[in-house]
């Protein structure tokens, strides 16, 4: 397969197994280029695996899915947890609402996974970000649904969306919570003996 975004410059291609927004536009700002090529794969657990083994899982399915042995491929997944129930993405309004009502008023866990699809090589890592909700009424849950922001979201909620305005305090990586695990993306990079700045263009590239 050849990639047309390869050059001199940028001679790491990158493959980025996702439709996120959120995710391509941490990317972006941080001048890595990239090609998405969405996975297909229906995504399911094991009830009994934890929730970091499950991000795990789903994170280096998208990623082995999507390789290309000229490419690094980056998969990613995140789950929220409130108390023994892991959420994915809600199935529907009603579910949503579920979720929320689950959320409002304590604190939930959000585990992100990723891998990384390079050399041979599938390394993967996972992080967790403690959040706290303050106390949600129906009417503020019935305002969020409408708003169509927690569709595709784990959790039904996007900190960096109109969810912010829920949250009361959070501990640990921000970014994690957006949905790259920026902190595990690292590590992981590491293991493959390379840095985040072997990604980015040179011009954002600091200085030696």
Not at 141 to 160: M, N
Not at 172 to 185: E, S
Request: hydrophobic fraction near 40%; include cysteine.
């Amino acid at each position: 397969m050849s990639h047309k975004w390869a050059s001199p410059r940028n001679p790491l291609r990158i493959i980025l197994p996702s439709a996120s927004p959120r995710r391509q536009e941490i990317l972006r700002e941080m001048g890595v280029p990239f090609k998405t090529s969405v996975s297909m794969l229906e995504e399911r657990w094991n009830p009994s695996a934890s929730a970091h083994e499950v991000v795990r899982q789903l994170a280096r399915q998208k990623a082995i899915s999507c390789a290309d042995q000229e490419a690094l491929t980056i998969g990613m997944d995140t789950l929220v947890v409130a108390g023994r129930e892991k959420l994915g993405k809600p199935k529907n309004a009603s579910d949503a609402k579920r979720m929320l009502r689950l959320l409002s008023n304590r604190m939930h866990r959000v585990i992100g996974g990723v891998a990384l699809n390079y050399a041979g090589k599938c390394i993967s890592d996972s992080e967790e970000t403690r959040v706290v909700f303050r106390k949600l009424s129906p009417a503020e849950i019935d305002w969020y649904i409408a708003s169509g922001q927690p569709s595709d979201k784990a959790g039904a909620y996007a900190i960096q969306g109109l969810g912010r305005v829920f949250i009361r305090r959070i501990v640990g990586d921000y970014y994690n919570v957006v949905g790259f695990p920026l902190n595990a993306f690292q590590r992981a990079l590491k293991k493959l003996d390379l840095r985040i700045y072997d990604l980015m263009l040179p011009e954002k590239r600091p200085l030696k």
